[in-house]
């Protein structure tokens, strides 16, 4: 009586179940599998007639398995030296909030005239001429507008005593008008 030779489809439970022996997972035997028919069909030329395929489809999966448990162990290095690197290279989050607090709260006690001064050029961007335009002051007025603003906040920086008014003693000032800026010439709106 003539052996019917095994074929890939007869030998797919096994395979799985080996897999699922060396992963103790269900999903991760179900890749294996497929890894290792991915691998024996690009493999295949170098199968030798007689050499018995369920042995050798065992024996892809097998490697195939350690080679994954060698890519993971690499990756998990990888990873765990990544996580020193960002742990010495980011300072912890908190102290950026921190920080972040003490530059708005410094930001929020300059006298209103250099807060806007300094936003306009340093947060929207502005040249100092389109600032100063903006204001409706000339450009000299909005460089020592920047400049004592500046100063106070390097001076909070340094840990020196802020001189700064609290914002609730800050004194009042009108409400900003609009302006219509054309040109680099300024049109009060009343």
Known sequence: MLRKRPDVLDLLVPLRRYARSLTRDSA?????????????????????????????LMTVLHNAFIDDQRRRKVEARYADALGHIVE?????AQEGHVRLAQVREAFGRLPAEQREALHLVTIEGL???????????????????????????RNIESGGVSRLPAPEDAPERPAPRLRVVEGGTSTRAS
């Open 28 to 56: 991760q035997a179900d890749d294996l599998v497929h890894d290792t028919l991915v691998r024996a069909l690009e493999r295949q030329g170098s199968l030798r007639p007689g050499t018995n395929l369920r042995t050798w």
């Open 88 to 92: 010495e290279a980011t300072p912890p």
């Open 127 to 153: 040249a100092y001429q389109e600032a100063a335009d903006v204001l409706g002051i000339p450009i000299g007025t909005l460089m020592s507008r920047l400049g004592r603003a500046r100063a106070a906040l």
